[in-house]
């Protein structure tokens, strides 16, 4: 078993829909991180959390530390925000390396 | 303010060839990692170094690869007499690694072994 898992795997949408993605995570971490990834393209960073709720735009992310448990939301969603969506995690103290879940492929139809 | 830099975007080699990929992290970064993403699967943990010392090569395969960060220039990840399997997106990323756990990601690489 992973020790990041994400759901779904695909999620396929039509424009203007309110999209969740959620990742539950198995160990003790330091920082839970939501990671976008456009077709051959490359890795950027939508947000870093420990504790509670971030907001950016239309992406909302959110953690509950005790039930091991993060969700990555998407509001009026719209074509452009189809990509890769990968939920990745911190592990322990003091590691710094990255340990990431297999990612949800996210499609928005017009 | 340039962003982690990889080079080069696209490589291809034949088996038995060497690959040298290269990663220039953030400015006023030292914390470098190396990520490997196999076609359709995710992303891996390979190696972290710092500066002149590798911290983590947990994910390193034994043999074949080998990565450094040298006190001047780019932290170059080098695979010997390369396989089809090697062919993958290689990514790297940079920390301050001052406290945070934020990782800025390169455009990758993207190795094919013909």
């Known amino acids: 078993k992973n020790e990041v898992e994400q759901s779904p795997q695909n999620l396929t949408a039509q424009e203007g829909e309110f999209i969740t993605i959620n990742c539950s995570y198995s160990v003790g971490i330091s920082a839970l991180h939501w990671l976008q990834q456009h077709p051959g393209g490359g890795i950027v960073s939508l947000f870093m959390?420990?504790?509670g709720k971030k907001k950016h735009g239309r992406l909302i992310a959110t953690i509950n530390i005790q039930e091991k448990h993060s969700s990555l939301h998407i509001t009026a969603s719209h074509p452009r925000d189809s990509a890769v969506y990968i939920c990745?995690?911190?592990?322990?103290?003091?590691?710094?390396?990255?340990?990431f879940g297999q990612g949800t492929r996210l499609t928005i139809n017009p | 303010n340039a962003g982690v830099m990889q080079n080069p975007r696209h490589l291809v080699r034949r088996r038995g060839q060497e690959a040298r990929l290269r990663c220039s992290p953030m400015?006023?970064?030292?914390?470098v990692y190396w990520y490997r993403q196999l076609p359709e699967e995710g992303l891996k943990f390979m190696v972290y170094?710092?500066?002149?010392?590798?911290?983590?090569e947990s994910g390193m395969p034994k043999e074949r690869f080998s990565a450094e960060f040298p006190k001047e220039g780019p932290s170059i990840l080098r695979i010997q007499q390369v396989v089809r399997g090697d062919s993958a997106a290689y990514f790297c990323?940079?920390?301050?690694?001052?406290?945070?756990?934020?990782?800025?990601f390169g455009p990758g690489t993207r190795l094919t072994v013909t």
């Open positions: 959390l420990s504790s």
């Open positions: 170094l710092q500066k002149e010392n590798i911290i983590d």
């Open positions: 990745a995690v911190t592990p322990g103290q003091g590691a710094q390396k990255l340990v």
């Open positions: 990323a940079s920390s301050s690694g001052t406290g945070s756990y934020e990782q800025y």
């Open positions: 400015k006023g970064h030292s914390h």
